[in-house]
């Protein structure tokens, strides 16, 4: 009996697809494997379908005249041919680029790898008062960690050893200023790296940037200062929820950062790590509701609606609402129906485009504390010249 799939597909079937041929092939159909295997039929039919559809991804779809394969972890980006006066195809230009599906799903293989190596760090004793009352949440705009300014082309000097002083220097300045509420919110706002990979580029536009350091090293360092920054909160709140915004540099970086955040803290009931790719992440704190997101997407005008629309049974019980962005790096507030968008500075220098584009803001972090009944009771502010 003829084959009832194409062998060629074979080096592109996962595990289970490569089960589902196998009893197509022994049962004659896919109604007839779907049967054997006590499935429903569309779960093997799309089965094949996304086998088919990875495949062509790849470069591989005969019926189509493509038969020239990508490497794995790129896709065929387009696909030219040409052919005689009897119909034939006589030759074939291929062009790929790197397949962001297969790169995330290596990348997240590696992730998952690397957390099996991670020794845990033991639990720790809460602090001995905190006030149920507040929250106090950290907004940390864009670290940028691997950044390079040259003093002598931007008036400041900025690398990963700067990165690091300046970053661990903030916390321990702000922390000592907050008050003692119950819960803090560490809320990484995005471009936590400068690049998101070895090419040092913006993944999107391609925009070239100007790196200090290989990624893997902005990466271990960009971990270490966030678990120094951890550290700090858990001196001195009894909860601590970590989240870290995907940003426009770092769209994929930023979610493994919290993935391996996640397997360090894993023993530590008090600290909790968001990992939902979701752009937007929201909180309800008593009459409080706080919307996070890196600011790369919506505009701030339509931030309201969008809280209102993702989180709608919140929105109708609270009576203060109100964004933490970042991206724009530089201070602005506005009070819309219902909600308080606000966009936060940076400790991050500028790098040469952005200054010679005339790009200027105040460098800070601050902590913004609030009461579970009346919204913003107080916040801390320090600017990076006293840090």
Known sequence: MASQIDPGLLAFASPTQ???????????????????????FNTVNEALR???????RRGYSPGHDMTHVVPEGFA???????????GKARGQWVKSTQDREAREELLRAMVEGLKGEITPVAPRHAPLKSDDDLLTIYPIGDPHAGLYSWKEETGVAFDLTEFERINKAAIDRIVEAAPRSSIAIFNDKGDSTHADNNSNRTPRSGHPLDVHGRHAEVVRVSVRVKRYQIE????????????VDPGNHD??????????????????????????????WYYKFGKNLIGTCHGDGAKGKDLPGIMANDVREWWGQVNYAVW?????????????????????????ASDAWHHGAGYRARRSIEAITLHK???????????????
């Open 18 to 40: 490569l089960k589902f041929i196998e009893a197509i092939e022994v049962h004659g159909s896919g109604r007839a494997a779907a049967q054997a295997l006590g499935l429903g």
């Open 50 to 56: 996304r086998l088919y559809s990875t495949a062509a």
């Open 76 to 86: 065929i980006k387009g696909v030219s041919t040409y052919y005689d006066r009897d």
């Open 232 to 243: 700090r909160l858990l001196d001195k709140h009894a909860q601590v929820i970590v989240r």
């Open 251 to 280: 769209p994929e970086t930023a979610l493994h950062l919290a993935m391996l955040l996640e397997a360090v803290y894993e023993n530590e009931p008090r600290v909790e790590v968001i990992t939902s790719p979701n752009p937007y």
């Open 324 to 348: 933490f962005v970042g991206h724009v790096h530089h201070k602005d507030i506005k009070d819309y129906t219902g909600c308080t968008v606000e966009y936060m500075r940076t400790l991050a």
């Open 373 to 387: 009944d009346g919204g913003e009771e107080e916040r801390q502010t320090r600017h990076v010249h006293r840090i």
